[in-house]
């Protein structure tokens, strides 16, 4: 994949490929900041030093640029979904899903919007892949709970729902 001396244009490439072979974003963010070179520098060796200096700085400016991708994103849907298009906003929210975003606000979004129209099967299928989603914060996995609750209710009304 790559090393402590990978250049930012190197890991651009990278991430790239990734993204194209289909890999979620919010996964190649976090495959990036495991390569983020902790070790204690070594003043003796200035080139060393230089070296994963320039590594970390391309592993936090290549995270930041794909994290903004997908906030972006979201901000683009929330503005699709305001102007009342919806369809549109779906499409941009459930990219956020499907690259595993890592906060709340594009599953929070589709699960309303999916209730709305009766869509309650979508509603579940949204509330699941962020229960399962590997990529979380901390302080995201400590809300689990409201989301197991929100889906017991969801699989609740899509079973009303089939049964009318």
């Known amino acids: 994949m790559f090393n402590s001396h990978t250049t930012e244009p190197q890991l651009r490439r990278w991430a790239e490929n990734q993204i194209k072979k289909g890999v979620p974003r919010q996964q190649v963010c976090t495959e990036i900041m495991k ?6 520098p070594d ?3 200035m080139r060393k030093m230089q ?7 391309a592993c936090l400016s290549v995270e930041k640029a794909i994290m903004q991708e997908m906030i972006n994103r979201n901000t683009k849907a929330q503005e699709l979904e305001k102007s009342g298009k919806t369809e549109q906003a779906i499409e941009l929210f459930e990219l956020s899903v499907r690259d595993r975003f890592n906060g709340t606000f594009p599953y929070d979004r589709l699960m309303v919007i999916y209730g ?47 049964e009318s």
């Open 116 to 162: 709305k129209l009766k869509r309650y099967e979508d509603a579940v299928r949204v509330c699941e892949t962020y229960i399962k989603n590997p990529h979380l914060r901390k302080s995201n996995k400590q809300g689990l709970g409201k989301y197991q609750d929100k889906l017991k209710k969801l699989k609740q009304q899509a079973k009303k729902a089939q």
């Open 51 to 57: 070296k994963i200096t320039e590594h970390n700085q």
């Open 43 to 45: 003043p003796r060796d």
């Open 35 to 40: 390569k983020f070179d902790h070790s204690q």
